[in-house]
């Protein structure tokens, strides 16, 4: 390939955007000519994407939560369909958000352009089912965790361990000591996270809960800290959801700042997600706690198919560490787990010893970074070196473009 290539790439939510711009940086690595368009948020943009429209058009999640949605996001797609139509890239690589991105793969096929999903959609923790319409989506699957390989290999899906992000997060580096000198914090002050989601669907469910919780552990540790770490697009309905807490919460949107709260925090309550994992390379003591629409939860109840929600405890395969979920996601709960996790050194070394095990497996082998490899895996198609006959679509057609 003698043309500088045209790479389009779309995220839907923050963590897709991190892992974009680090794919950007692993791309111009190694090709230094490759060119970007598509769609993405802050860290795509600082990294040289403009983005078609903004990103936080496409982040929401849950069952009922999406149905006011559906209009807009309809329109989204039709404009990004008709601008892979007129940019014609050489190809489309679109990471996580598989509700959207899965429908953006299906309806460009017939133009015959190679397609990436970057991150598996999880139809190994419920509705397995769906793996039938897979075949024929995309040109290659680039996946987070060392057992999705096996999954969908079995299916005959051309599926590729690339390791997880998360390594690359550095969330393990903070700096616990220039946090407390920067927030004007006492050495002993206890140090609590709370993620309530990157999502405006999300925090908001949560917020509330969390907010009542304090005024439980207030009685019990009066100095204790609230730190939460959110994405830019949150970060507003998070300040004035939190307004009238009885503790001021501090909210962290830099990734350095987020980090070096990790490392001064003596707990976390987090959701669900990448989240764990980012605390858990941090050493920091967590439960997982998520609250969702009631018709949501009940439909996910009769479907999910695996023992946990915590990605932590999938991956250390038992309940390394609490969930509290919808009835059990509790003011009093969450208050009594959180003391647990500030005052017993045994849980806090069990759950420490715990993580380090379970991080070890997700380095993708022979790469340097998961970027990297995510990198070469994209290079390797768009070179035309995918030999494997499930590169073809599942009407028999290749990729190729005619």
Known sequence: MTDAPLIWLLAGEAS???????????????????????????????????????MKDLAVMGLVEILPRIRSLSRRLDEAVAHIEALQPDLVVTIDSPGFSLRLLRRIAPLRIPRIQYVAPQVWAWREHRVRKFPGLWEKLLVLLPFEETFFQKHGLDAHFVGHPVLQSEADRGDAQRFRKQRGLQDTAPVLILMPGSRRSEAPRLLPVFGAMLVLLKKRMPDIVPVIPVSSVVADT??????????????????????????????????????????????????????????????????IRVPYVAMVNLLAKKALVPELLQEDCRADKLARTVIQLMTDPLLQAR??????????????????????????????????????????HSDGCSPARA
Request: charged share 15%; net charge positive.
């Open 238 to 303: 998070v300040r004035k959801a939190t307004a009238l807490w009885p503790v001021p919460p501090l909210i962290v949107t830099e990734t350095t700042e987020k980090h070096d709260a990790f490392a001064a925090a003596s707990a976390a309550l987090t959701k669900s997600g990448t989240s764990t994992l980012e605390l858990a390379l941090a050493g920091v003591p967590m439960a997982v706690t998520y609250r969702v629409n009631p018709l949501t939860a009940a439909i996910a109840r009769r479907l």
């Open 16 to 54: 897709g955007d991190v892992l974009g711009s680090r794919l950007m940086a692993a791309l111009r690595k190694q090709r230094p000519d490759v060119r970007f368009a598509g769609v993405g948020g802050p860290r795509m943009t600082e990294a040289g994407l403009i983005s078609l429209f903004p």
């Open 351 to 392: 759950q420490k010893e715990g993580f380090a095990t379970l991080l070890t497996g997700l380095h993708a082998p022979g790469a340097a970074t998961p970027a990297d490899a995510a990198a070469t895996e994209i290079l390797t198609l768009l070179q035309g070196d995918a030999t494997s006959p499930t590169s073809l």
